[in-house]
């Protein structure tokens, strides 16, 4: 087992859910609750990666953050470098490429709560950031860490995008899914077995407390 492969990729989903969640959350409010014309265009636009290729999207995301792209001109001159073949170009690949998977959740959890709660707090005095601390997020628990969950998981089993804008690069940019394929291709299926199998059973463990808390939260309210 290539434990500093096991460690990147947990760093990467970690620090992509946690960026995740920061954008995801304002971002599903405003989606499920603003009047913005653009909701529509900016919902679809979240929405692109649920359908778009992960290779399609790793392409562009590389195009863009290259050396000679508008991105990586951007941040060279700044003194960052390129974010191709980088830790922090996974991050951004991942961020991007998940950010579905945590919008979704949380805009349909806000857009289930009743607007009559949100205006007899507003009638009682409370200001809206108020409101939405301490009734919005209570009430949406369960679409949060349903969120969470999912944005965890499902950047560690990326692949296309975090091959495409990371390359393979050992102890720098080569996660669980890509040393797996490597595996594969030079027909060591039992490293590639046991890894897989590891991943299975630890996506598994982690999507079971998602379904217990809401077979609980939905008896808990019959």
């Not at 290539?2 to 992509?16: C, E, F, N, P, R």
């Not at 390129?82 to 805009?107: D, H, K, N, R």
């Amino acid at each position: 087992m290539d434990y500093t492969a096991v460690w990147l990729t947990l760093k990467l989903a970690l620090v992509s859910t946690i960026i995740l969640m920061l954008i995801g959350v304002p971002l599903a409010w405003w989606l499920a609750r603003g009047e913005s014309f653009l909701r529509t265009l900016v919902g679809t636009l979240v929405s692109v990666p649920l359908v778009l290729p992960p290779s399609i999207l790793g392409f562009y995301l590389l195009v863009t953050m290259g050396s000679d792209g508008f991105i990586g001109q951007m941040t060279t001159s700044l003194g960052l470098g390129s974010f191709a073949f980088t830790f922090q170009g996974l991050v951004i690949g991942s961020v991007i490429y998940s950010i579905p998977f945590v919008v979704g959740p949380i805009q349909s959890t806000f857009e289930s709560i009743d607007q009559k709660i949100l205006q007899a707090s507003y009638t009682l005095g409370a200001t809206p950031l108020v409101t939405f601390r301490n009734i919005v997020l209570p009430l949406s628990w369960h679409g949060l860490v349903t969120s969470m969950i999912l944005g965890f998981a499902h950047t560690i089993g990326e692949f296309g995008v975090v091959l495409m804008i990371g390359g393979n690069i050992p102890g720098e940019t080569q996660v669980l899914s890509v040393l797996i394929y490597d595996h594969v291709e030079a027909l060591e299926y039992q490293q590639a077995h046991m890894m897989s199998f590891i991943l299975l059973v630890f996506s598994f463990l982690i999507l079971l407390p998602m379904y217990i808390t809401r077979k609980k939260t939905k008896i808990r309210y019959v």
